[in-house]
């Protein structure tokens, strides 16, 4: 498989787990811009962008967020495929037209969600089961799809992955080590002691084998990157 160019907008605010996560899980060559600092990418020749998480929500009024949103938002109209993860989800949501909302509750530790579709081998979630294991935390999430943009899974807590055109987004963290998970599941000291230590006793070998099923969709969004890449040169000649 073809190693494409992806655009990596890092909204971390610097945590240094997430660029290794995302480099260790994407067979791709990453560019790498740090989108709470201001940088963003000043065209739009790549292969593919990715957007990562954050402890920001996309409503924030904040200069760097509107920015981000708008150049996915252009990003999009240029078909360059995308690929939104937590707050990167959301951000693809805001950017096509969707809503982003506070949802009261925070979704935190090993989760299981639901496909809402058939597979059929051709979406993000392709070869995944029908209900799967995940890793989740946020405290926001999309209240209203984009128009024209299809449900791919849900939980209680609402959307979990959705697609337009060449727009994914996925709310779960299928990028998350068991050190990264324990390590944010620590920093939310805004809830009770007591949650925090059941989501880290959950933080075991069987549940991040079972989470692992999830991480094949970056395999796919990289499939789907050349596929889109090879139609568009065909195209050209």
């Given at each position: 498989m073809t190693r494409p160019r992806l655009a990596f907008l890092d909204a971390s605010h610097g945590d240094s787990s997430t660029s290794r996560n995302f480099r260790r899980e994407l067979d791709a060559d990453?560019?790498?811009?740090?989108?709470t600092d201001g940088r963003l990418p000043d065209h739009f020749d790549y292969d593919g962008v990715v957007i990562s998480g954050s402890?920001?929500?996309v409503y924030w009024d904040e200069p760097w967020i509107r920015n981000l949103v708008s150049w996915v938002a252009d990003?999009?109209?240029r078909g360059v495929p995308l690929l939104?993860?937590?707050?990167?989800?959301q951000v693809v949501a805001a950017a096509l037209g969707g809503t982003v909302e506070d949802m009261g509750a925070f979704e935190l530790g090993y989760n299981e969600i639901e496909r809402t579709r058939p597979d059929d081998g051709n979406d993000i979630l392709a070869g995944i089961g029908e209900r799967f294991t995940v890793f989740?935390?946020?405290?926001?999430?999309v209240t209203e799809l984009p128009s024209g943009a299809e449900l791919l899974a849900q939980n209680e807590f609402g959307v979990h992955a959705?697609?337009?055109?060449?727009a994914f987004g996925v709310q779960f963290h299928p990028e998350y080590d068991t050190d990264t998970a324990e390590a944010i599941a620590r920093q939310k000291d805004f809830l009770p002691d007591e949650r925090i230590r059941s989501v880290v006793d959950g933080i075991t070998p069987e549940n991040y084998a079972a989470a692992c099923e999830a991480k094949r969709?970056?395999?796919?969004?990289?499939t789907y990157v050349n596929r889109t890449n090879?139609?568009?040169v065909e195209s050209a000649a």
């Amino acid at each position: 498989m073809t190693r494409p160019r992806l655009a990596f907008l890092d909204a971390s605010h610097g945590d240094s787990s997430t660029s290794r996560n995302f480099r260790r899980e994407l067979d791709a060559d990453l560019v790498e811009f740090d989108v709470t600092d201001g940088r963003l990418p000043d065209h739009f020749d790549y292969d593919g962008v990715v957007i990562s998480g954050s402890s920001s929500s996309v409503y924030w009024d904040e200069p760097w967020i509107r920015n981000l949103v708008s150049w996915v938002a252009d990003a999009d109209e240029r078909g360059v495929p995308l690929l939104g993860v937590c707050f990167g989800h959301q951000v693809v949501a805001a950017a096509l037209g969707g809503t982003v909302e506070d949802m009261g509750a925070f979704e935190l530790g090993y989760n299981e969600i639901e496909r809402t579709r058939p597979d059929d081998g051709n979406d993000i979630l392709a070869g995944i089961g029908e209900r799967f294991t995940v890793f989740t935390s946020h405290g926001d999430r999309v209240t209203e799809l984009p128009s024209g943009a299809e449900l791919l899974a849900q939980n209680e807590f609402g959307v979990h992955a959705f697609r337009r055109n060449h727009a994914f987004g996925v709310q779960f963290h299928p990028e998350y080590d068991t050190d990264t998970a324990e390590a944010i599941a620590r920093q939310k000291d805004f809830l009770p002691d007591e949650r925090i230590r059941s989501v880290v006793d959950g933080i075991t070998p069987e549940n991040y084998a079972a989470a692992c099923e999830a991480k094949r969709l970056f395999d796919n969004f990289v499939t789907y990157v050349n596929r889109t890449n090879a139609g568009s040169v065909e195209s050209a000649a």
